[in-house]
């Protein structure tokens, strides 16, 4: 599976956009870009995925570049609730196909 | 209604005495993973079921065993812990006729190591 970058942490304010990005240049054609967060002391949670086009659910929005390079995870108005640890996964999508966490980014939603 | 659950929340254990970690599902679901997180890191994969097919990571110490009797359970062996064991240990379920292929996971054993 692609190696995936993100920044090490974000600060964001509360009721604002938060944008969070992830870098993976050497995806192939067949991975997926999944997000997970993590809030402390809890196990992560899933958030979103998708392969080319943007995605949006009740909880955020994915946006996916053309060349499938980056994408950009945004949570449309943060709570301090979404303060987290949010993980960029990039896999094929088969049953049994592992997830790999990399480091993540330490997201803080401040008052 | 809990879906992943893994018991004991906490466990403290000695230096060199075996210790298990359980987790149950009540979703059914083929695949069970078994993931290591020391303080603030990631997790790390250590090994996964598929239905009774087991899969270990490559650099996963042979410390680290695993138990499946059925669809519902998984249990972690830690056979000589030693401090370096120490961490989160989360347990993670996934179907195969999600059509989002996500995991589904436990809120974790904190594990001490004495």
């Known amino acids: 599976d692609a190696k995936t970058t993100q920044p090490t942490s974000m600060d964001c304010a509360e009721g604002r956009a938060a944008n969070l990005p992830c870098n993976h240049s050497?995806?192939?054609?067949?991975?997926?870009v999944y997000w997970y967060r993590q809030i402390h002391s809890q196990g992560p949670q899933y958030i979103i995925h998708?392969?080319?086009n943007n995605e949006t659910n009740e909880m955020a929005s994915l946006i996916i570049t053309e060349d499938r390079k980056s994408s950009t995870l945004i949570l449309p108005h943060a709570t301090l609730r979404d303060t987290a640890v949010y993980y960029c996964?990039?896999?094929?999508?088969?049953?049994?196909?592992?997830?790999?966490f990399g480091t993540g980014t330490s997201l803080t939603v401040i008052p | 209604d809990a879906m992943v659950i893994q018991n004991p929340r906490y466990q403290v254990t000695q230096f060199g005495k075996p210790v298990t970690l359980s987790c149950s599902q009540t979703?059914?679901?083929?695949?069970m993973y078994w993931y290591q997180q020391k303080s603030s890191q990631a997790p790390k994969l250590l090994f996964h079921?598929?239905?009774?097919?087991?899969?270990n990571e490559a650099d996963t110490p042979d410390n680290f065993q695993s138990r499946r009797p059925n669809t519902s359970f998984c249990f972690l062996d830690i056979r000589s812990p030693g401090l370096g064991d120490a961490a989160m240990y989360l347990c993670?379920?996934?179907?195969?006729?999600?059509?989002?292929?996500?995991?589904?996971f436990g809120s974790g054993t904190q594990l001490s190591v004495l």
């Open positions: 979703l059914n679901h083929n695949v």
């Open positions: 079921y598929y239905d009774k097919d087991f899969n």
């Open positions: 998708g392969l080319k």
């Open positions: 050497t995806i192939s054609g067949n991975e997926y």
């Open positions: 996964i990039v896999r094929v999508a088969t049953t049994g196909n592992q997830f790999y």
């Open positions: 993670a379920t996934q179907s195969p006729y999600d059509a989002n292929e996500k995991l589904f």
